[in-house]
Structures are given as structure tokens and as C-alpha cells.
């Protein structure tokens, strides 16, 4: 066990009288003073109790043991990509953005079976003499809110049918501000994305629609069947092998990045698919990047009570029971090593636990020592606005809201700079 703080077998007692919620959740908690001691499960202490010593024990034996208690107990088991995945390019210009960008958008199903299929949009810097580097990501309004340009495809009714309209109104543009476009190509990059719609409604519907719906046909669901987040990461897979194929796209400097709920998705995308060369996590928050243990704002309990599709049902074990995880999320991010990992987190976002997530980073860094880079060390988060790197890790708390803004951006695009480019 690694110590961010001390357990003692006699809090541990006290703990496992907590009693999971009935009915409603548990109320969220912001008080540090109130975290109970805890200690985080030692990434490289193997389930025998054996220490990892070598980059070829944490390979071979240690990372399979934690990835497979994440699917297991947290994401639920996806389905192998499909063998053969069909590409229909829907449109094209290469005069997209005042004419800086290639604009495509590709319809991607497979073997036949998926009529229903997602829609992918890329732009890609026009007149760089390589294959672009490309950030790829989940959007939560469908793709026609990423940019005010008039030629992207709207999602039909029934694809959008279903959304709240609490936090942004889905409408052509609406979520541009989370999507700079313009910046990110004339960097060099290329950016990719679909709708979280696309691959799987965020609702609980029982799993009959989206992707569960075509691949969990005639089979009957457990407590290890894979959940909405699991599927959206399973879409960025497939995204992802569409990319290989673009040949206009870097395949080897792929970043993965998501927020909020789609930063958790980014996370799993990055630690079942070592394809993917980077992973950014940005407010993911709880079961994303922040250390459940902590239990401050969103906790298990709470998640699951509100999001019941979005992991699979082994999870509720441990509603209000956050010491018993077999792991905790710094070994999410363990799972991205020794891939470039960058954690973002906002001031005023203590729903998701800032701290949490900081402190993820430090105890995933020994992982990425074992690979000779330099990590995170200190506890004590850095302050507003004061990004740092160490080795192949990146971390900032930007000052605002629970949010993904231009400033984030620009910290992530500097990183990719020190990898990708
Ligand atoms: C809710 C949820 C979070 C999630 C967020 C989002 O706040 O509780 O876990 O990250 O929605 O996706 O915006």
C-alpha cells in the first residue's frame, strides 16, 4: 500500500458499517478535514503481493490484474472492435475554416450490420507537408454544435431526441467555446469528433438503444456487462481505426481527450486502447481522474444513483463503500503510462474534486517512474493557473467553472507540442 495517508484497521471497521444508500444517495461531502484515512492500493504490488520491479512486470503481469478489476468491477466488459468496419465519407471540402482546414465527415458502421451508424468530423490543417497529429473526442450535443459552420451535419430528431436542455441549448454552435477549432489547426493539429448520441443515448433505457442494442442482441446482460461510458470509449476505438486510414492523419499521435463525463470516457478509450498516444482528462471527476477515497463532492454512491447506465452493475458494491475497490483512479491513469497523460481540473468544479484528480497523478507516478520519467511527487496541488509538466505528465487547475475553455486548450496543445510534434 502506498501512503497518501494512513489506514488503520480500526477505521476500516467503522467504515464498513457505512450503509448504501436506499432509494436516494448519499449527500456530497466538501470537507477535507472530514476524509476519513485512507490508502490508495499500491499500482505496483501485484494481487500475489509480489512487488513490480521492471517495466516487463508491470507489462506483462500488473497492468492486465488492474485493467482487468476496472472492467470487471467499474466499466463492464466491451466486445471486441469489428473485424471489418465500413467508411463512407458523408462530405468534404478542403475549404472548411477560411480555408485552413480539410473538412470531412465519415459515416463508420460495421460489417454491414450497423445501419444506424456514427458520424465522424474532422478537419485537418490544410498545407502541412506530414500526416496532422489529431485530438479526438466525444461531444455531447452532436456535431453540429461544435461550430457555427453551416455545412456540418445535424444529427436527426431521433438522435437528439432525449437531451436535457439545461446546460446548453443544442443548436448549430452552441458548444463552440468548448471547441476551438480555428486554434487547434493553426497549431497543426487536426481534430476529431462524433456525438455521444452516435454510439449510445445517455439514458438509462435498459440498454436496448444505441450500440448495446446491435451488439448485446439475444444475450443476457450481468453484473460485468459494459455500461454507456464503456461504450462511448469502445466508439473512440472505433473512431480511431478510421484514422489509421485517414491519410491525412498522424495514426501513431492520436490524443484522446474528453470532459466531464466524456473525460472519464477518454481515461477508459486511453487504458483499453494502447493505439491511442496521449490521454487527456479534463474535470472527469469522479470515477474519472479524482481518487474515489476522498469521497468529496461526487461519490460513488451518487453516481450511480444518477448515471445507473454508466457502469456496469458490479460498481454499486461500492456505493458508500469506497475502501473496498479493488483499485482506485489513479490507476486509471496508471493505465495510460508510459503515454504522455495530462489532467485538467477547474477552481470553482468541487463536484469533481480537483484535488482528487491532482493527486491521481502522484499516485500513478511511480508507474511512469518504473518507465524512468519523472512524475508527480508532491500532494500539495499547484495553484490557479500554474500548469506544470513533469516527465510525461501534465496537470493544471484553471480558474472557473466545471467547463472545457480555450485555456485548457492551449495548455493541452503546448503538451502536445512536447509529444506529438
Ligand atoms: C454530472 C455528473 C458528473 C459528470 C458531469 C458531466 O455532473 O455528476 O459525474 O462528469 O455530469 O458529464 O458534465
Not at 168 to 191: M, T
Not at 224 to 248: F, H, I, M, Q
Not at 303 to 311: A, E, R, S, T
Request: hydrophobic fraction near 40%.
Amino acid at each position: 500500500m502506498i501512503g497518501l495517508t494512513i489506514l488503520t484497521a480500526a477505521l476500516s471497521a467503522v467504515f464498513s458499517i457505512a450503509a448504501p444508500s436506499a432509494g436516494s444517495p448519499e449527500k456530497a461531502s466538501y470537507d477535507e478535514a472530514a476524509i476519513k484515512p485512507y490508502s490508495l492500493p499500491d499500482p505496483l504490488l501485484t494481487l500475489s503481493g509480489r512487488p513490480v520491479r521492471t517495466v516487463r512486470r508491470w507489462a506483462r503481469r500488473r497492468r492486465p490484474e488492474i485493467l482487468e478489476q476496472f472492467t470487471r468491477e467499474m466499466f463492464g466488459e466491451s466486445p471486441k472492435l469489428p473485424r471489418r468496419t465500413l467508411f463512407h465519407v458523408l462530405e468534404e471540402s478542403s475549404s472548411a475554416l477560411g480555408s485552413k482546414a480539410t473538412r470531412r465527415q465519415v459515416s463508420i458502421s460495421f460489417d454491414g450490420e450497423w445501419t444506424d451508424s456514427l458520424v465522424l468530423l474532422i478537419y485537418t490543417p490544410n498545407g502541412l507537408d506530414e500526416p496532422a497529429p489529431c485530438f479526438l473526442g466525444v461531444n455531447f450535443w452532436g456535431n453540429w454544435t461544435v461550430s457555427t459552420d453551416p455545412a456540418i451535419l445535424k444529427p436527426s430528431a431521433a438522435r437528439l431526441q432525449g437531451y436535457g436542455t439545461k446546460q446548453i441549448r443544442p443548436d448549430r454552435g452552441a458548444s463552440q467555446s468548448r471547441w476551438p477549432l480555428e486554434e487547434i489547426i493553426s497549431r497543426g493539429y487536426a481534430v476529431a469528433t462524433f456525438y455521444r448520441g452516435d454510439i449510445d443515448p445517455d439514458f438509462d433505457d435498459g440498454f436496448k438503444n444505441g450500440v448495446h442494442g446491435v451488439l448485446d442482441k439475444g444475450k443476457e446482460r450481468d453484473a460485468e456487462s459494459w455500461g454507456t461510458v464503456a461504450a462511448w470509449a469502445w466508439g473512440l476505438r472505433l473512431c480511431l481505426d478510421y484514422l489509421e486510414k485517414d491519410p491525412d492523419i498522424d495514426e501513431g499521435k492520436v490524443a484522446v481527450f474528453g470532459h466531464s463525463r466524456l473525460g472519464k470516457t477518454a481515461l477508459w478509450a486511453g487504458a483499453t486502447d494502447r493505439r491511442f498516444a496521449m490521454v487527456i482528462s479534463n474535470c472527469s471527476g469522479c470515477s474519472g481522474a479524482a481518487i474515489s477515497r476522498r469521497r468529496i463532492g461526487e461519490t460513488v454512491d451518487i453516481i450511480n444513483y444518477k448515471f445507473p447506465h454508466w457502469f456496469c452493475t458490479n460498481y454499486r458494491k461500492y456505493n458508500c463503500r469506497e475502501w473496498d475497490l479493488p483499485f482506485d483512479e489513479h490507476e486509471l491513469i496508471a493505465l495510460a503510462a508510459p503515454r504522455p497523460v495530462y489532467v485538467a481540473s477547474a477552481s470553482e468544479d468541487n463536484w469533481a474534486d480537483p484535488k482528487g484528480e491532482y493527486l491521481s497523478l502522484v499516485g500513478a507516478s511511480p508507474v511512469y517512474a518504473l518507465y524512468g520519467y519523472e512524475g508527480f511527487t508532491s500532494y500539495v496541488p499547484p495553484g490557479i493557473e500554474q500548469p506544470v509538466v513533469a516527465g510525461r505528465m501534465g496537470y493544471h487547475i484553471r480558474r472557473g467553472k466545471h467547463d472545457i475553455a480555450l485555456y485548457d486548450w492551449l495548455r493541452y496543445l503546448d503538451f502536445a507540442d512536447r509529444f506529438l510534434k
